[in-house]
């Protein structure tokens, strides 16, 4: 059914970030560090798994290379970063409640995994990309509701509407996007995936943010290269 991975993911948002509020502090460190690590090492699984599916290496590699330089010269992850900033700012003052709810707004919601799982919840109605990211959102929650407070809990509504709307685009758009175009899609995000595995498991953080066009610059070559 399609939304089920965005119900999942805000599902588990608010569990988590009602535990975190209520007993976080009963929950030692080094275990939530440990949890991560281990999601970590699934989502490098995920991405891993879509990325052997690609079928037009050279396409990945295309899609990847004009991708990343549009994302360096859109400057995207400089620019989401001074975003997050800008809101973090602009809400000190309202209090913690909205310091927590921006924090945990821009974490879900800014990533490869959001986009390419509602892309996938849409187009496939399997939403496997969500469902791992709900389990690392759940841990994430109950880590920030107990130092940021309740105002994580009010993220849900954030992604609820953000990874449901680009769900419904896809699901709106899947005429248009043919069998190959999803499958090189997948294989791009799945890397994008893997990348954001590495960093989760302390092996290197790369800008992940300035590689997202590559996505939708894998949508164009497949149809300027007719293999659509």
């Not at 608010?14 to 690590?37: C, D, E, K, N």
């Not at 880590?143 to 990874?163: D, K, N, P, W």
């Not at 090189?184 to 590689?211: Q, S, Y």
Request: a neutral charge; hydrophobic letters at 55%.
């Amino acid at each position: 059914m399609i939304m089920t991975g965005t119900i999942v993911n805000v599902a588990a948002i608010s569990a988590g970030a009602l535990v975190g509020r209520y007993a976080g502090r009963f929950i030692p460190h080094r275990i939530r560090q440990t949890v991560m690590a281990g999601l970590g090492l699934t989502v490098l699984l995920i991405g891993l798994q879509l990325a052997l599916k690609s079928k037009q290496p050279m396409i990945v590699i295309g899609s990847l290379i004009l991708g990343g330089v549009l994302g360096e010269l859109m400057h995207i992850e400089a620019r989401l970063e001074s975003f997050g900033l800008w809101l973090q700012g602009r809400f000190t003052s309202a209090g913690n409640i909205a310091e927590g709810f921006v924090a945990a707004s821009l974490l879900y919601c800014v990533g490869a995994m959001s986009i390419m799982g509602s892309l996938q919840d849409g187009l496939t109605g399997t939403p496997s990309i969500l469902y791992a990211k709900s389990a690392l959102d759940g841990v994430a929650s109950i880590a920030l509701a107990s130092t940021l407070g309740i105002g994580v809990l009010f993220s849900a509504l954030s992604v609820a509407i953000y990874q449901g709307c680009i769900t419904i685009a896809a699901e709106s758009a899947r005429s248009l996007l043919t069998e190959t175009v999803v499958l090189e899609m997948n294989a791009v995000g799945g890397l994008l995936i893997v990348a954001i595995g590495f960093d989760l498991v302390g092996i290197k953080r790369l800008p992940v943010g300035n590689l997202l066009p590559a996505v939708f610059v894998a949508v164009g070559l497949v149809w300027m290269f007719g293999l659509a």
